[in-house]
């Protein structure tokens, strides 16, 4: 299993251009989650959904919009670039959203500079 | 409003015991501690969590204090493998968000 797989891997945009973000897991799971992470500090939630056909804001939505496009895979777009999306932007999947051990696996991150 | 307060760094001796501290002061009866952590540029890797009881797996152990209000996650023998960003959370179990925060990075020294 590849587990939770991103691309691309590194991005360079300019400011105002457009791009989509890729998640893809392929362990059956229903909740995946965006994160991004500024320069020495922790994850911070993006946008999420709990199941196939359901998406929720999380802490950080604005700029973003994502798909759930099945089950497997789970898409994060910027529409409008700015510098303030420099970040690091992880992709996460668990089994269930709501459980206790509610275990999140991360994929290998983007990492994605607005110039 | 942070949740969690960790030291922001600890060096320790690779075969040593590394003690990670995490203060959770305003804890509700209802959320678990969980213990997250970060190896350079990669995703976080789920460690452990608990809710009253002391838990033990294969990676750690997890120490709750009797009036939950702070715990300590507990690396038995230390690895230069477990240098990393360790980061210490609650949450409720209807909660779909984990927030990080800072972390504490902790550096095993050979």
Redesign the interface.
Known sequence: NAG?TQTPKFQVLKTGQSMTLQCAQDMNHN?M?W?RQDP??????IY?S?SEGTT?K??VPNGYNVSRLNKREFSLRLESAAPSQTSVY?C?SSRT?????????????TRLTVL | DAKTTQPTSMDCAEGRAANLPCNHSTISGNEYVYWYRQIHSQGPQYIIHGLKNNETNEMASLIITEDRKSSTLILPHATLRDTAVYYCIVRVASDYKLSFGAGTTVTVRA
């Open positions: 939770v909740s989650y994160y020495g500090m922790g994850l911070r939630l999420y709990a929720d999380g802490e992880f996460a959203g709501t459980s206790v051990r509610n275990e999140q696996f991360f994929g290998p991150g």
